[in-house]
């Protein structure tokens, strides 16, 4: 199973559609076994999927309860072949327990409970809070690649080299995770975001991927129904996230 950190420490950079879309591409264009994991304390990739619950067990509890199979966490989606680990408010309340408890490992623990599934799964797609706290430690310490979304503006790379930081730290905990590199998202064809855009691609140091996935009014539509793009209306963000994904599996 290979792990995918979706993450970006600015908010409004389309990272939970970008997550969810990724995932779903992956398992209906290229036929993959996919666990998407929310680690936003928002829950907004758990409420896509009507899964959002305060009654059923969550990644906090995961992360904070020893006793708590990785198994009892992991939930359906309307989806053959893509699961969930949901996340609510908690996260809060994880975060400052994962601190406060050191009788064991802090930062391997999400690691730990998904090297129980390795085999269940061909793709693990976290969804991280725009933050870096202890639950997205844990999720940097898992993952094998981090992706990061961004918008086209002045501040696009805004955050990035704090994260950079971050992921050079972990290594010291996971050797083998790479930024693979950021991709653009909510393109619009106008003047202020074609020449943006030039210039990011002339300009950045960090690695981008050729694919733009474009703005689109669907988007939102699919948050309402809960539906994602491939499975909704045909459209070029949907086109996109399948040139992205591709653009991705030719890199592994």
Partial sequence: MKTI?????????????????????LVKVHGKRVLLID??????????????????????????????SIESVIKPTAYEGLNIIPA?????RANKEILLDVSRPQQTRLRKAL???????????????????????????????VLVPIKVDKFAFDGLELLVEQIADVKEFNDNIIFKGCFITMFQKNGVN??????????????????????????????F????????????????????VEEYLQMC
């Fill in 39 to 68: 680690n936003d304390k928002q829950g907004n990739t758990s409420k896509f999927f009507g899964l959002h619950s305060y009654e059923d067990k969550s990644l906090a509890d995961l992360l904070t309860d020893r006793d708590c």
């Fill in 88 to 92: 609510n408010m908690n996260l809060l």
């Fill in 194 to 223: 074609v020449q943006g855009c030039e210039y990011l691609f002339s300009s950045t140091s960090y690695p981008l991927f050729h694919t733009v996935v474009r703005k689109t009014v669907k988007v939102d539509e699919t948050t």
């Fill in 225 to 244: 129904v809960g539906k994602p793009l491939l499975d909704y209306k045909k459209s070029t963000a949907g086109q996109d996230y399948e040139k992205l």
């Fill in 115 to 145: 090297s129980q599934i390795t085999n269940e799964y061909d793709y693990c797609i976290i969804d991280n809070a725009p933050d870096i706290n202890m639950t997205v430690i844990n999720a940097l310490v898992a993952s094998d690649d």
């Fill in 5 to 25: 950190s979706i993450i970006n420490l600015k908010g409004g950079v389309a990272k939970t559609i970008s997550a969810i879309n990724i995932a779903y591409t």
